[in-house]
């Protein structure tokens, strides 16, 4: 009977510590698969495929790649003894071949396409609220839809600067390209 007994309270234990770590995201769920991860074509590790995303193991990949690896109080922190400088390291140096450029580049002006057709949307129902204010100026709801539009306006400030940094992304990928062709 002691032996059930103890054997209860450390199922108990190890049920309810499981349960403090449910609070993750993770927790619980299904692992849809197992990919490999592969660093310049050698095999480092496997990570798991859970809700469509891949989740690779930190430590391995990390030390892979340089890093040193460290966890204290629910942190991990990578660190590198490689100091890099904004005028030497390159941004786009994963995208060193023509193809991986036209990729990113054409994906860029998806981007740009989208956030035009999200900004013209916004442009039209500021210029839809903006009108019936114009036909309503003594409206209940005159406070709440100068809120709306002010509101519009500013996603439209965000999409905008989203599309310029998309265009100096795509200026910079065709010089690099440019480069490319050149060799």
């Not at 054997?7 to 927790?27: R, S």
């Not at 966890?71 to 023509?98: I, M, Q």
């Not at 860029?108 to 839809?128: G, M, P, R, W």
């Amino acid at each position: 009977m002691k032996k059930f007994v103890a054997g209860f309270i450390a199922g108990a234990i190890v049920f309810t510590a499981g349960t403090a770590f449910a609070a993750n995201g993770l927790t619980g769920k299904k692992v849809g698969g197992e990919v490999r991860v592969t660093l310049n074509g050698k095999t480092v590790d496997n990570g798991a495929v859970i809700e469509g995303t891949s989740l690779l193991p930190v430590r391995s990949i990390s030390e892979a790649l340089g890093l040193d690896v460290s966890y204290s109080k629910g942190v991990v922190a990578l660190t590198s003894e490689v100091e890099t400088s904004a005028e030497t390291s390159d941004p786009y140096s994963f995208y060193n071949t023509e193809t991986k450029i036209n990729e990113r580049i054409t994906r860029l002006e998806e981007n740009i396409t989208s956030n035009e057709k999200f900004i013209a949307d916004q442009q039209y129902a500021i210029d839809v609220r903006t009108n019936y204010l114009n036909e309503n100026p003594n409206s209940p709801d005159k406070d709440s839809i100068n809120s709306e539009i002010e509101g519009r306006k500013k996603q439209i400030e965000t999409y905008q600067q989203y599309i310029n940094n998309n265009k100096n992304e795509i200026t910079a990928l065709k010089a690099k390209l440019a480069t490319l062709q050149t060799k």
